[in-house]
Nanobody
Framework: QLQASGGGLVQAGGSLRLSCAAS????????MGWFRQAPGKEREFVAG????????TYVDSVKGRFTVSRDNAKNTVYLQMNSLKPEDTAVYYC???????????????WGQGTQVTVSS
């Protein structure tokens, strides 16, 4: 089970840190991903991190602003979001399992989502 948290309302240029905590079976061996979905739009890959944290991938629109990390001792993955823009507004989901991928169809387990709203 995945539990995402840390969303909220922030002004453009601000920062938020999302967390995704895994309970039950350990997620330490899983590749993890962050996705987002804005109203009327398809689910979009944001960032991914390999099971040991050795590899990370970002969608071009967040490169240099977002950082994905993980603490396997805490079974938690983070998404640090800086210099937020109104176009970052969406529900953010964490996902686990499957191959290292930017395709949401490859992920097995999903969190419930946390709303991020960036005002201009």
């Amino acid at each position: 089970q995945l539990q995402a948290s840390g969303g909220g309302l922030v002004q453009a240029g601000g920062s938020l840190r999302l967390s995704c905590a895994a309970s039950g079976r350990t997620s330490n061996s899983y590749n993890m991903g962050w996705f987002r979905q804005a109203p009327g739009k398809e689910r979009e890959f944001v960032a991914g991190i390999s099971w040991n944290g050795g590899r990370t991938t970002y969608v071009d629109s967040v490169k240099g602003r977002f950082t994905v990390s993980r603490d396997n001792a805490k079974n938690t993955v983070y998404l640090q979001m800086n210099s937020l823009k109104p176009e970052d507004t969406a529900v953010y989901y964490c996902a686990a399992g499957g191959p290292y991928s930017n395709d949401y169809r490859d992920y097995v387990f999903w969190g419930q989502g946390t709303q991020v709203t960036v005002s201009s």
